[in-house]
């Protein structure tokens, strides 16, 4: 079992940045590939970027392409997503989660994702 818990969340200006962080329980953290996801109100969850368990490999939505980066820190079991340039359409509650499975491929299914976290809520006013 995995536990996630998210912080970083708040209100930022637009043009802002943030630095969402997830840290997980359990010693198992490093062999999990991990993900980020959003749900704005009203709207689908949707992909927003995803790592391997090395950190080898990211993965990241059109959305947000160029504005953020994710990255982990395996010996703090700790997955971070670097959020800059925020629009207000970045708006939503940011969730992270991690994938038990070999392979990272579609990676930007949260069906694929076997624990989440509870969400941080981002809010980029105009």
């Known amino acids: 079992q995995v536990q996630l818990v998210e912080s970083g969340g708040g209100l930022v200006q637009a043009g802002g940045s943030l630095r969402l962080s997830c840290a997980a329980s359990?010693?198992?953290?490093?062999?999990?590939?991990m993900g980020w996801f959003r749900q704005a109100p009203g709207k689908e969850r949707e992909f927003v970027a995803a790592i391997t368990w090395s950190g080898g490999r990211t993965y990241y939505a059109d959305s947000v392409k160029g504005r953020s980066t994710i990255s982990r820190d395996n010996a703090k079991n700790t997955v971070y997503l670097q959020l800059n340039s925020l629009k207000p359409e970045d708006t939503a509650v940011y969730y992270c989660?991690?994938?038990?499975?070999?392979?990272?491929?579609?990676?930007?299914?949260?069906?694929?994702?076997?624990?989440w976290g509870q969400g941080t809520q981002v809010t980029v006013s105009s």
């Open positions: 359990g010693r198992t953290f490093s062999t999990y590939h």
């Open positions: 989660a991690a994938r038990t499975t070999y392979s990272i491929g579609l990676y930007y299914r949260g069906e694929e994702y076997n624990y």
